[in-house]
Nanobody, 127 residues
Framework: QVLLVESGGGLVQAGGSLRLSCAAS????????MGWFRQAPGKEREFVAR????????YYADSVKGRFTISTDNAENTVYLQMNSLKPEDTAVYYC????????????????????WGQGTQVTVSS
């Protein structure tokens, strides 16, 4: 089992920044990659970013590319999501997720690809 705990959400004005953290514990060696997803009210959970734990390869949704940065501190088993130039449409509950296997881009954007999930942290961007 892998336990994931997010933190760092909050209320911010448009144009502002937040940094989300995801602390992993348990069998973290089972994890191949970590991802961030978000879910706005009435919408499906959508892919935001992904990072492979050893190679550090990163991938982003087009909607956040150039504004968000995903990174890891493997020594601390923590994944971060630095969010800059926030927009009201970024408002959502943000979830951290762990993927045990490598996969292709048409799979890693899908929530079903990830075996472990955090409880989520609310991000609200006011206009």
């Amino acid at each position: 089992q892998v336990l994931l705990v997010e933190s760092g959400g909050g209320l911010v004005q448009a144009g502002g920044s937040l940094r989300l953290s995801c602390a992993a514990s348990g069998r973290t060696f089972m994890t191949y990659a970590m991802g961030w997803f978000r879910q706005a009210p009435g919408k499906e959970r959508e892919f935001v970013a992904r990072i492979s734990r050893t190679a550090g390869r990163t991938y982003y949704a087009d909607s956040v590319k150039g504004r968000f940065t995903i990174s890891t501190d493997n020594a601390e088993n923590t994944v971060y999501l630095q969010m800059n130039s926030l927009k009201p449409e970024d408002t959502a509950v943000y979830y951290c997720a762990a993927d045990r296997q490598p996969s292709s881009s048409d799979h890693w954007i899908l929530p079903v690809e990830y075996e472990y999930w955090g409880q989520g942290t609310q991000v609200t961007v006011s206009s």
